[in-house]
């Protein structure tokens, strides 16, 4: 399995959502976890909550097609599994940030820039299970 690590485009991809982090924490003192995000615009707790939620997600949504007008095509992205592997990771994705109350981004970015100990002890947890992965796909499993 080979992958092509895009040095300039991640480092982008951080810094937005870095800034889309600190935007919404100083506009709406609210920490920008994308799951806890989309669980509350499916079940909301009020209209104001559901707005900015329902706006957040569309911005998820809109930007590839905004990429999309400023570079004139989608970058090329191959993905190297079956539609049941992905399937079954977005499950258990599902079933980890619901265990671990949080995901890459609401732990990794927001909680570690506050300082929780919790985040800190979540991150690590997700960092740790990615390198196994990453370990077990390219050197026992083959690739």
């Known amino acids: 399995m080979e992958t092509e690590f895009t040095p300039f485009a991640s480092l982008a991809g951080g810094t937005l959502i870095g800034l889309a982090a600190v935007c919404l924490m100083y506009l709406r003192g609210r920490i920008m976890g994308a799951t806890g995000i989309l669980a509350g615009a499916i079940m909301p707790t009020g209209l104001a909550d559901w707005g900015w939620r329902?706006?957040?997600?569309?911005?998820?949504?809109?930007?590839?097609?905004?990429?999309?007008?400023?570079?004139?095509?989608?970058?090329p992205i191959t993905v190297p599994a079956s539609t049941t592997m992905l399937i079954l990771g977005g499950l258990l994705?599902?079933?980890?940030?619901?265990?671990?109350?949080?995901?890459?981004?609401?732990?990794?970015?927001?909680?570690?820039?506050?300082?929780?100990?919790?985040?800190?002890?979540?991150?690590?947890?997700?960092?740790?299970?990615?390198?196994?992965?990453?370990?077990?796909l390219r050197h026992v499993w083959g690739g």
């Open 93 to 136: 994705v599902g079933i980890g940030v619901t265990v671990g109350s949080g995901c890459t981004s609401g732990h990794g970015v927001c909680g570690m820039a506050r300082l929780s100990p919790r985040s800190f002890v979540a991150t690590a947890t997700f960092m740790a299970a990615t390198g196994l992965t990453v370990f077990l």
């Open 54 to 75: 329902v706006a957040l997600l569309a911005g998820m949504f809109v930007g590839p097609w905004v990429y999309l007008l400023v570079a004139g095509q989608f970058p």
